[in-house]
């Protein structure tokens, strides 16, 4: 896998702001979640600065501020609307350091080292990766999820994920390429602002939006 492969092709994708999901259990209206804390309050709460920890959220929510500042009218602004009702899935800063690695065949030391390589790939193709991990349109809990095997996600980006549920609790998401592991969601980091209508969940990998 190539920087500049990557960039081409994943640059390359169409980005909407409108999307489906197909096949998913969602919640009766009567146990809806009705809550409008969005998930950037989330990804802020507990700073915006990188750290030691691999396991948390520096590096995506480096991107989503990267994104914004310089393309404040992005779709990838929805995530900081509470009131629209969307999942996202996270990569940890670990995800992102194994996906720097496959980019530049080496390990950077730190955080700040892997989203330099990431914002390396320009702001387009940052935005496009990150709209492939936000399904608009639905609040999938992890109890959906388990129920939802076969799933396919549309999503902002307009390319689909699919749910592949292997065991009452592992489920993994099978995204564009077909040659490199597929993320699997995080146990210890699901249901992420449950209550509100925006949800998350950890992954263990970075989602890729194209065959590389």
């Known amino acids: 896998m190539s920087h500049r492969r990557l960039a081409l092709t994943a640059g390359a994708l169409a980005v909407t702001t409108l999307a489906t999901v197909s096949s998913v259990s969602t ?3 009567a ?8 998930l950037a309050s989330v990804l802020l709460a507990d700073g915006d600065t990188f750290d030691r920890d691999w396991s948390d959220y520096d590096v995506v929510t480096q991107a989503v501020l990267a994104v914004l500042d310089a393309k404040p009218g992005s779709p990838v602004a929805v995530l900081t609307d ?3 009702p969307l999942t996202a899935f996270l990569p940890d800063d670990r995800a992102f350091r194994i996906l720097a690695a496959d980019v530049t065949g080496h390990w950077d030391r730190d955080e700040a080292a892997v989203f330099a390589t990431v914002a390396s790939l320009g702001i387009d193709t940052v935005e496009a990766v990150l709209l492939y991990h936000v399904v608009p349109g639905a609040t999938i809990d992890s109890a959906a999820a388990l129920g939802s095997d076969g799933a396919a996600l549309r999503t902002a980006s307009g390319g689909t994920v699919e749910v592949d549920v292997l065991s009452r609790r592992v489920v993994r998401l099978q995204d564009a390429d077909p040659s490199d592991r597929d993320p699997f969601l995080a146990r210890r980091q699901l249901d992420l602002n449950a209550g509100n209508v925006q949800i998350a969940h950890g992954l263990t990998a970075v989602l890729r939006p194209v065959d590389l």
């Open 82 to 84: 509470g009131t629209v």
């Open 31 to 38: 146990t809806a979640p009705t809550g409008t804390s969005s």
């Open 27 to 29: 919640a009766s209206a």
